[in-house]
Structure formats: C-alpha cells, structure tokens
C-alpha cells in the first residue's frame, strides 16, 4: 500500500454504526452541513437522502471548479442512474470524495452505501453525472446560496484545506480553532 492509499484511508472509519469522519476539515464540514443554515436550503430532505446534486454543485462552484463533479451509478432495468452526487480532488495522487460527511476515500464511500444505505454503486465515476439523475433534486439557486455560506464559513476553498489528507500536517479550517 502506498503512502497515499495509507493517508487516504485515515480519513474516514465506515462500520455498521456509523461513519466517523477523521480529517480536520472534513469534520468541519459534516458539522457545517448539519447546521440548521446550511440544512434550510434543502425541503424535506438531507444531504444524503436527495440533497446530495445541490451540495455537489455548490462544493464545484464554491471551489471555482477546483473540486469537480463526480458521482455512483446503479441500475435498474438496464438503466444507469445516477444514485449519489460527490465532488472530488485529487491530492498527491488519490482521489479525495467531499459529500454531505465530510471528505473520504473512495472505499470508504463504497463502504458506506454498501453498510449504511444497502446499495453498493456499480461504479464510481469521476466526471459529471448530473444528466443520469432521476428522482435527486438540482436547485441551482440552492446551490448557489450553499456555495456563499460555503464561503463564509471557511472563507475561499483552497487544496490546503485537504491536502494534509496525504501529508500529515494538520491545518484547522478558519473558524474552528
């Protein structure tokens, strides 16, 4: 296992309990996104249960294209849909996936629609998938306000903010120390 595959693997643990988020930012993030702000912008539901193309747009946006869209597929009579929306960096070489719980490697993400959502992706992929979306809402203007309050909170988004994913040394998003 590489440097990078151990580092990335620190980011978050995934059991049957749970899912326990490990990086600093990471942390920082999960805990904005549950605030009662960042969850108005949502009707009905959460980041994970149908918000997930709004929080991705806005993470894109927020990133000025920095981070980018990804997303899981599934299938259902010979159909690929698109199932959860991530935005994605790659940092020393990994992929590095920020949703509605922080940030997290792809095993860890597959790990978790497995044990927590009964429904391990077909694939993974690391481009746009908004255009196979069924029945998960996009809100652009949602998106938008997220992206500001993004802002805000951890002022502009830049890789340092991951990067210690990999490197080991730990920077507090602003506002957390």
């Known amino acids: 296992m590489t440097a990078s595959a151990r580092a990335m693997s620190r980011l978050a643990t995934v059991t049957?309990?749970?899912?326990?988020?490990?990086?600093?930012?990471?942390?920082?993030?999960?805990?904005?996104?549950l605030s009662r702000k960042a969850l108005a912008l949502l009707p009905d539901c959460g980041w994970l249960d149908g918000g997930?193309?709004?929080?991705?747009?806005a993470l894109v946006r927020w990133s000025e294209g920095t981070?980018?869209?990804?997303?899981?597929?599934?299938?259902?009579?010979d159909r690929?849909?698109?199932?959860?929306?991530?935005?994605?960096?790659?940092?020393?070489?990994?992929p590095c996936i920020l949703d509605g719980d922080g940030l997290q490697s792809e095993y860890a993400l597959r790990r978790k629609l497995e044990l927590l959502e009964h429904a391990p992706p077909l694939e993974v992929r690391y481009s746009d998938c908004s255009g196979l979306a069924v029945g998960i809402l996009r809100d652009s203007a949602a998106s938008d306000r997220l992206a500001t309050l993004l802002e805000r909170r951890f002022g502009p988004f830049t890789p340092g903010l991951i990067a210690p994913a990999l490197?080991?040394?730990?920077r507090a998003p602003r506002g957390t120390q």
């Open 80 to 94: 690929l849909f698109l199932d959860h929306a991530f935005a994605w960096i790659v940092v020393d070489g990994a």
């Open 67 to 77: 981070l980018r869209p990804g997303g899981t597929l599934r299938a259902k009579e």
């Open 167 to 170: 490197t080991g040394a730990v």
């Open 52 to 57: 997930c193309l709004v929080l991705s747009d």
């Open 16 to 33: 049957r309990r749970g899912f326990r988020n490990h990086h600093p930012f990471g942390v920082a993030l999960r805990r904005f996104l």
